[in-house]
Protein backbone atom coordinates (compact mmCIF):
# COMPACT_ATOMS: atom_id res chain seq x y z
CA UNK A 1 0.00 0.00 0.00
CA UNK A 2 3.13 2.18 0.45
CA UNK A 3 4.03 1.38 -2.63
CA UNK A 4 0.89 2.22 -3.77
CA UNK A 5 1.03 5.72 -2.65
CA UNK A 6 4.68 7.08 -3.51
CA UNK A 7 3.15 5.71 -6.87
CA UNK A 8 0.33 8.28 -7.05
CA UNK A 9 2.50 10.86 -5.67
CA UNK A 10 5.03 9.92 -8.58
CA UNK A 11 2.41 10.45 -11.07
CA UNK A 12 0.69 13.28 -9.40
CA UNK A 13 3.83 15.26 -9.66
CA UNK A 14 4.94 14.55 -12.90
CA UNK A 15 1.42 15.27 -14.76
CA UNK A 16 1.68 18.79 -12.59
CA UNK A 17 5.29 19.57 -14.30
CA UNK A 18 3.78 18.79 -17.53
CA UNK A 19 0.56 20.63 -17.30
CA UNK A 20 0.42 24.11 -19.17
CA UNK A 21 -3.01 25.85 -18.62
CA UNK A 22 -4.93 26.35 -15.29
CA UNK A 23 -7.21 24.00 -16.18
CA UNK A 24 -5.43 21.09 -16.77
CA UNK A 25 -4.01 21.63 -13.41
CA UNK A 26 -7.09 22.27 -11.77
CA UNK A 27 -8.08 18.62 -13.54
CA UNK A 28 -5.02 17.31 -11.40
CA UNK A 29 -6.46 18.74 -8.15
CA UNK A 30 -9.86 16.97 -8.85
CA UNK A 31 -8.11 13.79 -9.98
CA UNK A 32 -5.71 13.27 -6.71
CA UNK A 33 -7.74 14.89 -4.37
CA UNK A 34 -10.93 15.30 -4.72
CA UNK A 35 -13.94 13.12 -3.34
CA UNK A 36 -13.56 10.39 -6.06
CA UNK A 37 -10.24 10.94 -6.52
CA UNK A 38 -7.14 8.05 -6.60
CA UNK A 39 -5.68 9.55 -3.01
CA UNK A 40 -9.23 9.12 -1.68
CA UNK A 41 -9.93 5.67 -2.79
CA UNK A 42 -6.36 4.37 -1.82
CA UNK A 43 -7.41 5.51 1.87
CA UNK A 44 -10.54 3.78 2.00
CA UNK A 45 -8.83 0.64 1.45
CA UNK A 46 -7.35 1.24 4.97
CA UNK A 47 -10.13 -0.55 6.87
CA UNK A 48 -8.54 -3.88 5.13
CA UNK A 49 -5.22 -3.01 6.73
CA UNK A 50 -4.03 -4.30 10.22
CA UNK A 51 -4.37 -2.13 13.41
CA UNK A 52 -0.46 -1.92 13.74
CA UNK A 53 -0.11 -0.88 10.02
CA UNK A 54 -3.05 1.59 9.95
CA UNK A 55 -1.24 4.30 11.79
CA UNK A 56 2.26 4.14 9.64
CA UNK A 57 0.31 4.00 6.71
CA UNK A 58 -2.08 6.86 7.69
CA UNK A 59 1.08 9.08 8.17
CA UNK A 60 2.05 8.17 4.76
CA UNK A 61 -1.21 9.18 2.87
CA UNK A 62 -1.30 12.51 4.75
CA UNK A 63 2.18 13.36 3.44
CA UNK A 64 1.45 12.55 0.33
CA UNK A 65 -1.38 14.65 0.00
CA UNK A 66 0.37 17.55 2.00
CA UNK A 67 3.11 16.80 -0.64
CA UNK A 68 1.07 17.35 -4.00
CA UNK A 69 -1.24 20.05 -2.17
CA UNK A 70 1.47 21.64 -1.78
CA UNK A 71 3.10 21.28 -4.92
CA UNK A 72 0.19 21.80 -7.23
CA UNK A 73 -0.40 25.31 -5.32
CA UNK A 74 2.98 26.23 -6.20
CA UNK A 75 2.15 25.22 -9.84
CA UNK A 76 -0.60 27.62 -9.80
CA UNK A 77 0.73 30.34 -8.84
CA UNK A 78 4.03 30.00 -11.23
CA UNK A 79 1.75 29.63 -13.70
CA UNK A 80 -0.32 32.47 -13.13
CA UNK A 81 2.81 34.47 -12.79
CA UNK A 82 3.89 33.36 -15.97
CA UNK A 83 0.56 34.58 -17.66
CA UNK A 84 0.57 37.79 -16.48
CA UNK A 85 3.85 38.72 -17.68
CA UNK A 86 3.58 37.10 -20.83
CA UNK A 87 0.43 39.40 -21.24
CA UNK A 88 2.01 42.44 -20.29
CA UNK A 89 4.94 41.28 -22.81
CA UNK A 90 2.59 41.20 -25.30
CA UNK A 91 1.00 45.14 -24.93
CA UNK A 92 2.49 47.76 -27.04
CA UNK A 93 1.07 49.99 -24.85
CA UNK A 94 3.10 50.50 -21.72
CA UNK A 95 0.66 51.93 -19.04
CA UNK A 96 3.23 52.33 -16.10
CA UNK A 97 4.83 54.72 -18.81
CA UNK A 98 4.21 58.95 -17.28
CA UNK A 99 1.85 60.92 -19.79
CA UNK A 100 2.57 63.52 -22.60
CA UNK A 101 2.09 67.02 -20.97
CA UNK A 102 0.43 69.55 -23.53
CA UNK A 103 1.41 72.56 -23.62
CA UNK A 104 -1.52 75.23 -23.11
CA UNK A 105 -1.57 78.37 -25.42
CA UNK A 106 -1.73 81.63 -23.52
CA UNK A 107 -2.56 85.03 -24.94
CA UNK A 108 0.61 87.11 -25.72
CA UNK A 109 1.22 90.08 -23.67
CA UNK A 110 0.42 93.19 -26.05
CA UNK A 111 -3.02 91.18 -26.82
CA UNK A 112 -3.35 91.07 -23.10
CA UNK A 113 -2.80 94.81 -23.15
CA UNK A 114 -4.67 95.87 -25.78
CA UNK A 115 -7.65 93.65 -24.24
CA UNK A 116 -7.48 95.97 -20.39
CA UNK A 117 -7.36 98.96 -22.37
CA UNK A 118 -10.09 98.30 -24.40
CA UNK A 119 -12.03 97.09 -21.57
CA UNK A 120 -11.07 100.42 -19.56
CA UNK A 121 -12.30 102.63 -23.05
CA UNK A 122 -15.70 100.69 -23.18
CA UNK A 123 -16.43 100.77 -19.70
CA UNK A 124 -16.40 105.20 -20.13
CA UNK A 125 -18.51 104.73 -23.04
CA UNK A 126 -16.73 104.42 -25.92
CA UNK A 127 -16.70 101.67 -28.89
CA UNK A 128 -13.74 100.42 -31.37
CA UNK A 129 -13.08 101.59 -34.91
CA UNK A 130 -10.84 100.39 -36.90
CA UNK A 131 -9.40 101.25 -40.53
CA UNK A 132 -6.64 99.66 -42.81
CA UNK A 133 -2.86 99.49 -41.91
CA UNK A 134 -2.27 100.54 -46.55
CA UNK A 135 -3.22 103.86 -46.15
CA UNK A 136 -3.22 106.88 -48.04
CA UNK A 137 -1.13 109.86 -47.36
CA UNK A 138 -4.13 111.99 -47.54
CA UNK A 139 -5.46 110.04 -44.21
CA UNK A 140 -2.20 109.61 -42.12
CA UNK A 141 -0.64 112.98 -42.93
CA UNK A 142 -2.76 115.85 -45.15
CA UNK A 143 -6.18 115.53 -43.68
CA UNK A 144 -4.34 115.84 -39.77
CA UNK A 145 -3.24 119.19 -40.84
CA UNK A 146 0.48 117.64 -42.45
CA UNK A 147 0.75 118.88 -45.67
CA UNK A 148 3.17 117.17 -47.81
CA UNK A 149 5.95 119.87 -46.92
CA UNK A 150 5.59 119.84 -43.24
CA UNK A 151 8.63 119.50 -41.05
CA UNK A 152 6.64 117.15 -38.88
CA UNK A 153 6.20 114.72 -40.91
CA UNK A 154 10.13 113.79 -40.68
CA UNK A 155 9.26 112.34 -37.02
CA UNK A 156 7.24 109.52 -38.90
CA UNK A 157 9.07 108.51 -41.85
CA UNK A 158 7.35 105.46 -43.16
CA UNK A 159 7.50 102.54 -45.77
CA UNK A 160 5.98 103.91 -49.18
CA UNK A 161 4.18 102.00 -51.52
CA UNK A 162 3.38 104.69 -54.04
CA UNK A 163 3.44 108.22 -53.58
CA UNK A 164 0.22 108.06 -52.13
CA UNK A 165 0.09 104.71 -50.31
CA UNK A 166 1.98 104.06 -47.41
CA UNK A 167 2.00 102.47 -43.91
CA UNK A 168 0.07 104.24 -41.76
CA UNK A 169 2.42 106.01 -39.50
CA UNK A 170 -0.09 106.25 -36.78
CA UNK A 171 -3.79 105.20 -35.59
CA UNK A 172 -4.88 108.92 -36.10
CA UNK A 173 -6.12 108.62 -39.37
CA UNK A 174 -8.91 106.37 -37.91
CA UNK A 175 -10.01 109.40 -36.33
CA UNK A 176 -10.47 111.03 -39.56
CA UNK A 177 -12.29 108.04 -41.27
CA UNK A 178 -14.42 107.90 -38.54
CA UNK A 179 -15.21 111.74 -38.75
CA UNK A 180 -16.07 111.17 -41.93
CA UNK A 181 -18.35 108.57 -41.58
CA UNK A 182 -20.24 109.91 -38.99
CA UNK A 183 -20.02 113.44 -39.61
CA UNK A 184 -22.82 115.68 -38.91
CA UNK A 185 -23.64 113.01 -35.80
CA UNK A 186 -22.97 113.76 -32.58
CA UNK A 187 -21.34 112.27 -30.59
CA UNK A 188 -18.29 110.40 -31.66
CA UNK A 189 -16.77 108.41 -29.40
CA UNK A 190 -14.06 105.74 -30.47
CA UNK A 191 -10.71 104.15 -29.55
CA UNK A 192 -8.88 102.62 -32.62
CA UNK A 193 -6.44 99.76 -31.65
CA UNK A 194 -4.09 98.47 -34.34
CA UNK A 195 -0.60 97.89 -36.48
CA UNK A 196 1.68 100.88 -37.02
CA UNK A 197 4.76 101.14 -39.37
CA UNK A 198 7.99 103.71 -38.90
CA UNK A 199 11.46 103.55 -40.20
CA UNK A 200 12.99 102.96 -36.40
CA UNK A 201 14.79 99.72 -35.19
CA UNK A 202 16.41 99.68 -31.51
CA UNK A 203 15.72 98.80 -27.87
CA UNK A 204 13.01 100.74 -27.53
CA UNK A 205 11.67 101.46 -31.25
CA UNK A 206 10.32 98.53 -33.93
CA UNK A 207 9.57 99.00 -37.38
CA UNK A 208 6.06 97.59 -36.70
CA UNK A 209 4.22 98.40 -33.29
CA UNK A 210 0.65 99.31 -31.78
CA UNK A 211 -0.93 102.22 -30.66
CA UNK A 212 -4.73 102.79 -29.43
CA UNK A 213 -6.26 106.05 -30.33
CA UNK A 214 -9.18 107.69 -28.94
CA UNK A 215 -11.33 110.77 -29.95
CA UNK A 216 -14.46 112.32 -28.59
CA UNK A 217 -16.01 114.97 -30.54
CA UNK A 218 -19.12 116.66 -29.13
CA UNK A 219 -21.02 119.99 -28.16
CA UNK A 220 -18.95 121.71 -25.21
CA UNK A 221 -16.20 119.31 -25.09
CA UNK A 222 -13.18 120.43 -22.96
CA UNK A 223 -9.92 119.17 -21.92
CA UNK A 224 -10.95 118.81 -18.49
CA UNK A 225 -12.97 115.78 -19.97
CA UNK A 226 -9.46 114.89 -21.44
CA UNK A 227 -7.99 115.15 -17.82
CA UNK A 228 -10.71 113.06 -16.64
CA UNK A 229 -11.00 110.55 -19.06
CA UNK A 230 -7.24 109.73 -19.05
CA UNK A 231 -7.00 109.61 -15.39
CA UNK A 232 -9.32 107.33 -14.62
CA UNK A 233 -7.47 105.21 -17.83
CA UNK A 234 -4.21 105.21 -15.34
CA UNK A 235 -5.96 104.32 -12.24
CA UNK A 236 -7.67 101.52 -13.76
CA UNK A 237 -4.77 100.70 -15.91
CA UNK A 238 -1.45 100.88 -13.67
CA UNK A 239 -3.46 101.59 -10.00
CA UNK A 240 -5.37 103.70 -7.97
CA UNK A 241 -2.39 105.34 -6.45
CA UNK A 242 -1.31 106.51 -10.01
CA UNK A 243 -0.85 109.97 -10.67
CA UNK A 244 -1.24 112.37 -14.51
CA UNK A 245 0.70 115.25 -15.21
CA UNK A 246 0.09 117.03 -18.45
CA UNK A 247 2.77 119.31 -20.25
CA UNK A 248 2.67 121.25 -23.06
CA UNK A 249 3.64 119.55 -26.61
CA UNK A 250 2.93 120.17 -30.34
CA UNK A 251 0.63 118.16 -32.78
CA UNK A 252 -0.41 119.32 -35.75
CA UNK A 253 -3.88 117.75 -35.60
CA UNK A 254 -4.27 119.25 -31.84
CA UNK A 255 -4.37 122.55 -30.74
CA UNK A 256 -3.16 122.92 -27.55
CA UNK A 257 -1.39 119.41 -27.63
CA UNK A 258 0.12 117.89 -24.12
CA UNK A 259 2.12 115.14 -23.28
CA UNK A 260 0.77 112.73 -20.36
CA UNK A 261 3.34 111.36 -18.05
CA UNK A 262 1.89 109.10 -15.07
CA UNK A 263 4.02 108.74 -11.46
CA UNK A 264 6.84 106.01 -11.93
CA UNK A 265 4.84 102.36 -11.57
CA UNK A 266 8.17 101.40 -10.45
CA UNK A 267 9.45 104.09 -7.38
CA UNK A 268 5.50 105.82 -7.03
CA UNK A 269 7.63 109.18 -8.34
CA UNK A 270 10.03 109.01 -5.75
CA UNK A 271 12.56 108.72 -8.73
CA UNK A 272 14.60 105.24 -9.62
CA UNK A 273 16.46 104.32 -12.67
CA UNK A 274 13.00 103.79 -14.72
CA UNK A 275 12.30 107.23 -14.71
CA UNK A 276 15.57 108.81 -15.21
CA UNK A 277 15.13 110.01 -11.33
CA UNK A 278 12.55 112.66 -12.60
CA UNK A 279 9.09 110.30 -10.83
CA UNK A 280 7.31 110.45 -14.23
CA UNK A 281 7.01 108.31 -17.17
CA UNK A 282 5.85 109.42 -20.54
CA UNK A 283 2.48 107.26 -21.86
CA UNK A 284 0.86 109.03 -24.49
CA UNK A 285 0.25 112.03 -26.99
CA UNK A 286 -3.10 114.04 -26.62
CA UNK A 287 -4.98 117.38 -27.17
CA UNK A 288 -7.57 118.99 -28.08
CA UNK A 289 -8.84 118.48 -31.78
CA UNK A 290 -7.38 121.16 -33.90
CA UNK A 291 -10.40 123.31 -36.08
CA UNK A 292 -8.91 122.42 -39.27
CA UNK A 293 -8.97 118.69 -38.52
CA UNK A 294 -12.45 118.83 -37.78
CA UNK A 295 -13.49 120.87 -40.93
CA UNK A 296 -11.73 118.36 -42.99
CA UNK A 297 -13.84 115.96 -41.41
CA UNK A 298 -17.13 117.52 -42.50
CA UNK A 299 -17.63 118.70 -38.58
CA UNK A 300 -18.15 122.94 -37.91
CA UNK A 301 -15.88 123.89 -35.53
CA UNK A 302 -18.31 126.93 -34.71
CA UNK A 303 -20.20 124.06 -33.06
CA UNK A 304 -18.29 120.85 -32.06
CA UNK A 305 -14.59 120.15 -30.15
CA UNK A 306 -13.53 116.95 -29.45
CA UNK A 307 -10.55 115.47 -27.71
CA UNK A 308 -7.98 112.88 -28.84
CA UNK A 309 -5.08 110.74 -27.64
CA UNK A 310 -2.85 107.95 -28.68
CA UNK A 311 -0.46 106.01 -27.23
CA UNK A 312 1.92 103.01 -27.79
CA UNK A 313 0.82 99.92 -26.25
CA UNK A 314 4.41 98.17 -26.70
CA UNK A 315 5.49 101.00 -24.08
CA UNK A 316 2.03 100.51 -22.32
CA UNK A 317 2.89 96.40 -21.80
CA UNK A 318 6.93 97.19 -21.17
CA UNK A 319 5.79 99.59 -17.99
CA UNK A 320 3.26 97.36 -16.64
CA UNK A 321 5.00 94.42 -16.89
CA UNK A 322 8.74 96.17 -16.59
CA UNK A 323 10.32 94.95 -19.30
CA UNK A 324 13.64 96.68 -20.53
CA UNK A 325 13.77 95.32 -24.25
CA UNK A 326 10.70 95.79 -26.73
CA UNK A 327 12.51 93.47 -28.67
CA UNK A 328 11.90 90.29 -26.66
CA UNK A 329 7.75 90.90 -27.22
CA UNK A 330 8.42 90.09 -31.05
CA UNK A 331 10.96 87.48 -30.51
CA UNK A 332 8.72 84.77 -29.72
CA UNK A 333 10.50 82.60 -27.17
CA UNK A 334 8.67 80.68 -25.07
CA UNK A 335 10.79 81.16 -21.95
CA UNK A 336 9.58 85.05 -21.94
CA UNK A 337 5.73 84.34 -23.06
CA UNK A 338 5.09 82.09 -20.60
CA UNK A 339 5.88 84.70 -18.00
CA UNK A 340 2.79 86.04 -18.59
N1 LIG B 1 -0.28 110.16 -33.50
C1 LIG B 1 0.68 110.60 -32.52
C2 LIG B 1 1.99 109.78 -32.70
O1 LIG B 1 1.92 108.70 -33.19
C3 LIG B 1 0.14 110.38 -31.13
C4 LIG B 1 -0.98 111.30 -30.84
C5 LIG B 1 -0.76 112.53 -30.30
C6 LIG B 1 -2.28 110.95 -31.14
C7 LIG B 1 -1.76 113.41 -30.02
C8 LIG B 1 -3.33 111.84 -30.89
C9 LIG B 1 -3.04 113.07 -30.33
O2 LIG B 1 -4.59 111.53 -31.14
O3 LIG B 1 -4.08 113.94 -30.06
O4 LIG B 1 3.01 110.23 -32.31
Redesign the pocket.
Given at each position: MEQKLLRIQARALEEMAGAKSLEELNEIRVRYLGKKGELTGVLRGMGALSPEERPRIGQIANQVRDKIEEKLNDSTARLKDRIKREKLAAESLDITLPGTVFNLGRLHPLTVVTRRIEDIFLGLGFSIAEGPEVELDYYNFEALNLPKDHPARDM?DTFFITQEVLLR????PV?VRTMERTAPALPVKIIAPGK?YRRDDDATHSPMFH?V???AVDRRITMADLRGVLQVFAEQMFGPETRTRFRPSY?P??EP?AEVDISCVMCGGRGCRTCSHTGWLEI????MVHPRVLEMSGYNSGEVTGF???MGVERITMLKYGIDDLRLLFENDMRFLQQF
Open positions: QTHTSQVQEGLFFTSLGCGAFG
